[in-house]
């Protein structure tokens, strides 16, 4: 049996005091497509930013591909991409020149060539020449995305990757997560507030709830249990904190 490409071992965090993530533990296999749910305050984002070793844990630990987020952050760094909710790029800059540079920064070879190549790849070719100041939402995730790919990571990391696209923009992101996982095999870690997509994109789940894992499970299982299209939804609505309203971020 092989190892998991994602193991989380008791991984906590805590701000003054506050306990953002209580001994998380759970893993992930090579291929899956990994839906994280909770709500708004449950500590995806500070799972997420621990596993992509922007912030260190309190206590526990977690590798990815083997490499160790606290022992080994460089190597982690390296086969890994990540697409924040609000992806920062340089306005002044066309899409290929903010690209040509983050490649550079990661060390690509061949980085014109690359960035060209990862462009066609999510049938962004047309915005090459184009500054990103004026982008939509849905253009700065797509050419965010490309950032992440840059280096051919074995996880991605996508943190609310819908938030504030339009039904479109949602679909054509959906199918590029579909072509990453298919094509390419990347392991892909996804936080999202829309739980449709969850049921459309994902190959198992996780909900969290004030900090603690309180669901795990593929996603034919929860299908299964619940027996309809609504499935997710109300697995989410019956693990909620009560007194809150049932919102996923």
Same mark, same amino acid.
Request: glycine fraction near 8%; include cysteine.
């Given at each position: 049996?092989?190892?998991?490409?994602?193991?989380?071992?008791?991984?906590?965090?805590?701000?003054?005091?506050?306990?953002?993530?209580?001994?998380?533990?759970?893993?992930?296999?090579?291929?899956? !497509?990994?839906?994280?749910?909770?709500?708004?305050?449950?500590?995806?984002?500070?799972? =997420?930013?621990?596993?992509?070793?922007?912030?260190?844990?309190?206590?526990?630990?977690?590798? =990815?591909?083997?490499?160790?987020?606290? #022992?080994?952050?460089?190597? !982690?760094?390296?086969? /890994?991409?990540?697409?924040?909710?609000?992806?920062?790029?340089?306005?002044?800059?066309? #899409?290929?020149?903010?690209?040509?540079?983050? #490649?550079?920064?990661?060390? !690509?070879?061949?980085?014109?060539?690359?960035?060209?190549?990862?462009?066609?790849?999510?049938?962004?070719?047309?915005?090459?020449?184009?500054?990103?100041?004026?982008?939509?939402?849905?253009?700065?995730?797509? /050419?965010?995305?490309?950032?992440?790919?840059?280096?051919?990571?074995?996880?991605?990391?996508?943190?609310?990757?819908?938030?504030?696209?339009?039904?479109?923009?949602?679909?054509?992101?959906?199918?590029?997560?579909?072509?990453?996982?298919?094509?390419?095999?990347?392991?892909?870690?996804?936080?999202?507030?829309?739980?449709?997509?969850?049921?459309?994109?994902?190959?198992? /789940?996780?909900?969290?709830?004030?900090?603690?894992?309180?669901?795990?499970?593929?996603?034919?299982?929860?299908?299964?249990?619940?027996?309809?299209?609504?499935?997710?939804?109300?697995?989410?609505?019956?693990?909620?904190?009560?007194?809150?309203?049932?919102?996923?971020?």
């Amino acid at each position: 049996m092989t190892d998991p490409m994602i193991n989380i071992v008791r991984l906590s965090q805590e701000f003054e005091g506050f306990i953002a993530l209580d001994a998380l533990t759970m893993s992930i296999e090579k291929g899956e !497509v990994f839906g994280f749910l909770g709500h708004n305050g449950a500590g995806k984002t500070t799972t =997420i930013q621990m596993l992509t070793t922007l912030a260190r844990p309190a206590s526990g630990t977690a590798s =990815i591909a083997g490499h160790d987020i606290c #022992a080994d952050p460089l190597s !982690v760094r390296r086969c /890994i991409g990540y697409v924040p909710e609000n992806v920062r790029l340089y306005d002044t800059m066309t #899409a290929a020149e903010n690209l040509i540079f983050f #490649a550079r920064l990661s060390g !690509v070879s061949e980085p014109k060539r690359r960035v060209a190549e990862v462009l066609d790849l999510l049938d962004c070719a047309d915005l090459s020449a184009v500054r990103v100041g004026g982008f939509s939402k849905g253009m700065r995730q797509r /050419i965010g995305l490309a950032q992440a790919i840059l280096h051919q990571p074995q996880v991605l990391f996508l943190d609310e990757p819908t938030s504030g696209l339009d039904p479109m923009g949602i679909k054509m992101l959906r199918d590029l997560i579909g072509r990453l996982n298919t094509d390419f095999g990347m392991t892909i870690f996804m936080n999202t507030h829309l739980i449709s997509e969850i049921a459309k994109t994902c190959t198992s /789940i996780a909900v969290l709830s004030h900090g603690k894992l309180v669901y795990h499970d593929r996603i034919e299982a929860v299908t299964a249990r619940y027996g309809d299209d609504a499935a997710l939804e109300e697995l989410y609505l019956s693990l909620a904190p009560q007194g809150r309203l049932a919102e996923v971020a």
